[in-house]
């Protein structure tokens, strides 16, 4: 793979859904940095119909036939993560990794800390079904975002002055935050938090990902529903 591309002559293609919290990393980087694209809709693995066919690049593409996936030019990648470095790497127009090394390296270990700390937790709540579990992943939450607000309380966003690759990875919870309310996460934000939150839907990738009322609704009583499921099994 060549290591940057021409915004101008090679196109975008973004393979996702907006109910997966990791193709909304995604997506917000794409939007925050301006580049232009074509969405293919694939929805996640559990949410996709009994007749639903994947496209064939896709399959070809995406050895866990899971979302997301990106191409550029010729080229594919899938899995949020790397994704987003390779984005760095190939599109140099309006980059979320800083100039300084130092900065660099900390937004990885950002990244890598809120992918362990957040993901794991918010994902159990909307997937618990057992009222102690989900106390638990809420928790464990609470206790994810007290340790991230202390590093806001040394820069207004999650590393240095900018919105960064840190922001694209910590905006899923965001976006999804009143359908984990409604599911179950009560604990208020630490204030620092809360200010990063309202930071962060003023920035223009935010337009790309928010919810809409229906999408929210859905995103609930989809997960209300599997909770029925799950407990009348039991």
């Known amino acids: 793979m060549s290591t940057d591309t021409d915004t101008e002559t ?3 293609s973004f393979y996702g859904h907006w109910i997966c919290p990791f193709a909304t990393r995604v997506a917000f980087a794409l939007a925050q940095r301006g580049i232009e694209y074509d969405t293919v809709n694939v929805a996640p693995l559990a949410v996709r119909g009994p007749h639903f066919v994947l496209p064939p690049e896709f399959v070809a593409n995406s050895p866990r036939l899971e979302i997301p996936m990106l191409r550029i030019g010729p080229d594919y990648l899938a899995d949020s993560m790397p994704i987003l470095e390779w984005m760095e790497q190939r599109i140099t127009d309006s980059p979320l ?10 937004v990885r270990q950002r990244m890598a800390q809120i992918d362990r700390l957040v993901f794991r937790p918010m994902i159990g709540i909307y997937y618990g079904h057992e009222p102690e579990r989900i106390a638990q992943s809420c928790a464990a939450l609470s206790a994810a975002l007290v340790e991230i607000a202390q590093w806001l309380q040394q820069s ?3 590393v240095g002055s900018e919105p960064t690759l840190a922001e694209a990875v910590m905006i899923p ?7 984990l309310r409604a599911l179950g996460f009560t604990d208020a934000l630490p204030s620092t938090i809360e ?5 962060c839907t003023e920035l223009k990738g935010w337009t790309a990902v928010q919810w809409t009322s229906e999408e929210s ?3 609930v009583d989809r997960f209300l529903a599997y909770r029925r499921k799950q407990n009348a099994s039991t």
């Open 195 to 199: 200010q990063h939150r309202q930071r």
């Open 217 to 219: 609704t859905e995103f």
């Open 10 to 12: 090679e196109s975008v």
């Open 156 to 158: 207004e966003w999650l």
């Open 97 to 106: 990794l800083p100039t300084d090394e130092n900065e660099r390296i900390e």
């Open 173 to 179: 919870l965001y976006v999804r935050l009143d359908g």
